[in-house]
């Protein structure tokens, strides 16, 4: 029976006849409820396992832990009990039919039928309840389990079909491929009862985030006391492809791997946001993806979007001193350089910190630089098949903090991912949330940059590469990119984070060289070498 039905009670009279000097008494005694109202009941507190509930139905007490038994056996996820027509009543005796259907875990459905019968015990109809009440097969002291065999696992491939998770692939794909691992009591209370202590199961990287499609579904049989009561057919582990490209993640190894500090290279296709190289040089942490650094100078590109976008043209003319003070904070360029007067495209390409904070104060504002950063994908949620550190651009909190922001230092945090999609949505005028995994339904929306943006940026990143900050650094022809210096730690002298990021036809790029010093001088010859390694 449905929760919410509503049933007419139709009472059971028993007439009794007393003699009484003659007066011929009668006197009618009633039975209490229907054997639908009170199966009805008992159906109820089955479906939401309330076994106390139940309990107030019996005609005699019980033990019913058979039904938490059938839950925990079974890995009973929900439970839908159907109620059918009441047996017409005979004796005091009824029985009402029930269909009981379930979703196990890591199972499917399934569903049986059976029978609770009810009987009118002190004039109330109360469940005749037996063990076979419970499934027409139960017995006393029988127990529900699962018997499984599983499938062969689906493979894990790059965007060629080709197989990434042999164990032969490289350390920073087997970073984020993961391992195969034997199965703990925790993760059989996570997966379910089908998986088994000591089984195969993923750990790390896609390996976990796919598990369940790789794994598939088991084939199944539902046992009771040691017998099947039904057999359900799995299906086979699903594959799972990653937008990775072979060509591309060897020139991006073959470019950082012999650096004598940790580094980290990330591209990405500028029309699609799909990731095709992710390398660190160095094992343990996934710095490409999960690092946490003030992005420097590589931010003059968000902070010109804005700029761009409230109308500052390339060639209108700015000043370049070699200091500035803006909210009482006293700035510098790098090496105390000046520029004097220049445009604001050559501002850009020599890297004038003195011309974008002063800038930003008078354009923008802690707003708008913050909307800008959010339209390039500071703040918003990844989901690109692996577990990765969300891009972080707090509002500003004062003047002073603002013009820090504006050539990336401050509370601002990215990885090479964050800002090699950056530069993929210069590229292309649009920001798409990166991805790994192509199928994957993404959190964010992807963002139009403001309309004009994107081909007036690009020049301005030419002109990093053909005779700015990057002009030194070999890239080959037609490179569009932008040089960062992220100073980190505490003291007169800090230590910088060399950084480079830009993009070269539609694919998109981003460098990290941690402890590295000058964008310019190391972090821009790695993406020469990995261009000229395409």
Not at 22 to 44: D, I, K, Q, V, W
Not at 95 to 112: C, E, F, Q
Not at 142 to 151: E, I, N, Q, S
Not at 277 to 297: H, L
Request: aromatic residues 6%; hydrophobic residues 40%.
């Amino acid at each position: 029976m449905a929760r919410g039905t509503t049933i007419t009670i139709v009472s059971v009279v028993t007439v009794v006849a007393l003699g009484a000097a003659g007066t011929g008494a009668y006197f009618l005694l009633r039975t209490t409820g229907s054997p639908a109202e009170t199966a009805g009941r008992f159906a109820a507190a089955w479906q939401n396992g309330d076994n106390a509930a139940m309990t107030k139905e019996l005609a005699a007490p019980q033990s019913l832990a058979g039904y938490e038994q059938m839950r925990t056996g079974l890995a009973m996820e929900t439970l839908k009990v159907t109620l059918g027509q009441a047996a017409p009543e005979k004796d005091g005796r009824s029985a009402v039919p029930y269909t009981a259907s379930m979703k196990l875990k890591n199972v499917g459905d399934w569903s049986y039928q059976g029978q609770i019968p009810v009987k009118v015990t002190d004039r109330t109809w109360k469940v005749d309840w037996t063990p076979q009440t419970l499934h027409p097969s139960m017995s006393n002291g029988a127990a529900f389990a699962l018997k499984t065999r599983w499938p062969e696992r689906g493979e894990i491939t790059d965007s060629t079909g080709s197989r990434i998770d042999t164990g032969q692939v490289g350390g920073s794909v087997q970073q984020l491929v993961g391992f195969l691992d034997k199965a703990t009591k925790k993760d059989i209370e996570q997966l379910g009862p089908s998986y088994k202590v000591g089984q195969a199961v993923g750990r790390g990287g896609l390996q976990e985030n796919f598990q369940k499609r790789l794994a598939g579904t088991p084939t199944t049989e539902i046992q009771l006391g040691g017998k099947t009561l039904e057999t359900i057919d799995g299906e086979k582990g699903g594959s799972v492809q990653t937008t990775l490209d072979p060509r591309v993640q060897d020139a991006a190894v073959a470019a950082v791997k012999d650096l004598d500090k940790p580094a980290a290279l990330v591209a990405v296709e500028s029309k699609s946001g799909e990731i095709k190289a992710v390398v660190n040089n160095r094992g343990g942490f996934d710095r490409a993806i999960n690092g946490r650094y003030a992005p420097g100078s590589t931010f003059k590109a968000v902070t010109a979007i804005g700029l761009l976008a409230g109308g500052v043209g390339p060639q209108e003319r700015v000043t370049c001193p070699k200091y500035a003070t803006v909210g009482g904070l006293k700035i510098r360029n790098s090496e105390r350089a000046e520029f004097g007067s220049l445009s604001f495209s050559d501002s850009f390409a020599y890297s004038c910190n003195t011309t974008f904070a002063p800038l930003a104060q008078q354009h923008l504002g802690a707003a708008k630089l913050l909307e800008t950063a959010e339209q390039v994908g500071f703040n918003q949620p990844l989901a690109i098949g692996v577990p990765a550190t969300k891009p972080s651009f707090p509002k500003a909190e004062s003047d002073a903090e603002l013009a820090a922001e504006s050539f990336g230092q401050a509370r601002i945090t990215a990885s090479p991912l964050t800002m090699a999609s950056v530069a993929a949505a210069i590229a292309d005028g649009t920001w798409r949330p990166p991805t790994l995994v192509p199928d994957m339904k993404q959190k964010a929306e992807p963002r139009e940059l403001p309309e004009g943006v994107s081909d007036k940026l690009g020049s301005m990143m030419s002109a990093v590469v053909t005779k700015g900050t990057a002009k030194a650094a070999g890239l080959p022809g037609g490179t569009r990119g932008k040089t960062g210096t992220a100073e980190y730690g505490s003291g007169p002298k800090l230590d910088s984070h060399a950084w480079f990021m830009g993009y070269k036809g539609s694919l998109a790029f981003a460098i990290v060289v941690e402890g590295g010093g000058g964008g310019g001088k190391v972090a821009a010859p790695v993406a020469a070498a990995f261009l000229r390694g395409l």
